[in-house]
């Protein structure tokens, strides 16, 4: 047996039973879900941005309880401090020292719901953990748990309450989605059964230390020297483009990369192909991105900036 074949028979069989616990959660969104599943074994995060009401909590939560281990729900708020996140050091009589009172950033998987509601100072107090998976506390330099995945779910930006994310939060995603509404039929059949919460019957599939072991196979998945080529000028077009302020960074470009590896894994191959970077080249690179004709300190829409990096891959050849 080649080292691929190995590779394919070992991970397989728990990534297709992770992906079809998620799907029974969110029915008629396979391309969501697979997504979400490209994020998780990429060792990325997830933002889902979408209108309220069309599942982003359910898919979120449904990931989460599919992989086991520790997670947490924090619902992000006006009022919420940095500290509500990542935790402070409170002053304990009995032991006549400070001790860490850990906050809900402390776990495998963080749901962060409707980040883009809290102030972005308190925002802010994720970047350390997304990019480096520790945090700092009075001082101190606190690794997170291992696997560790945020998912966050945020209302489009013209939505009142909100606060945008800035390009250096942005960035830390490895992915941005939508969900969109249900199909027809599934949504009539929610609407004559009764809707219920299918994320709550949604079994572990994994444990932490598998997720892991799914993870590290993502990196032995091949990226041929074309392919890798095709992915830098996609990158390079969003920096020379006339049409945009901001390019994607060279974390964007990694993250790409990272991403077609897991989606070629998820798709039962042990090599990426150029699908795997042109479908991904939107959901990855789009949020990286500033267009020219955007005011200072106003962030594109997400459809504009997501039609700029579609009409950049459009020009772009794709290797034979």
């Known amino acids: ?77 006006s009022d919420l401090l940095p500290s509500d996140v990542v935790g402070i050091s409170i002053w304990d009589q009995r032991q006549s020292e400070f001790v860490l009172r850990q906050g809900p950033v402390f776990a495998n998987i963080l749901l962060a719901d409707e980040i883009n509601r809290a102030s972005p100072r308190t925002q802010s107090s994720l970047l350390e953990a997304m990019n480096e998976a520790q945090v700092s506390i009075d001082g101190q330099t ?30 830390r995603f490895l992915l941005r989605i939508r969900i969109g509404y249900p199909p027809a039929a599934v949504e009539l059949r929610l609407l004559t059964e009764g809707i219920t919460d299918r994320a709550a019957d ?29 992915l830098q000028a996609l990158v390079q077009a969003t920096r020379s483009s006339p049409a945009l302020s901001l390019g994607a960074s060279t974390r964007g470009a990694i993250a790409l990369a990272s991403a077609a590896r897991a989606r070629a894994l998820v798709r039962g191959r042990s090599y990426c192909i150029a699908d795997d970077i042109h479908d991904l080249a939107v959901p990855a690179l789009a949020h990286r991105v500033r267009l020219s004709s955007t005011a200072d300190g106003f962030m594109p829409t997400r459809d504009e900036a997501e039609a700029a990096v579609r009409e950049l891959v459009a020009r772009v050849p794709v290797p034979l």
């Open 1 to 77: 047996m080649t080292a691929a074949q190995a590779l394919l028979s070992e991970e397989l069989p728990a990534i297709h039973k992770l992906r079809q616990a998620v799907e029974n959660a969110l029915e008629g969104k396979p391309d969501v879900v697979e997504l979400a599943l490209v994020a998780l074994l990429a060792r990325g995060h997830l933002l889902i941005e979408d209108v309220p009401g069309v599942g982003k909590t359910t898919l979120a939560r449904a990931v989460a309880q599919a992989v086991g281990g520790d997670m947490k729900r924090l619902q992000f708020t």
């Open 142 to 171: 606190i690794p997170l748990p291992d696997p560790f995945f945020v998912i966050a779910t945020q209302n489009p930006q013209d939505f009142a309450g909100t606060f945008p994310l800035p390009e250096s939060q942005l960035d």
């Open 202 to 230: 949604v079994k572990p599939v994994l444990d932490p230390a598998r997720l892991v072991e799914l993870q590290r196979a993502v990196q032995r998945v091949a990226l041929d020297s074309s392919l890798a080529n095709y």
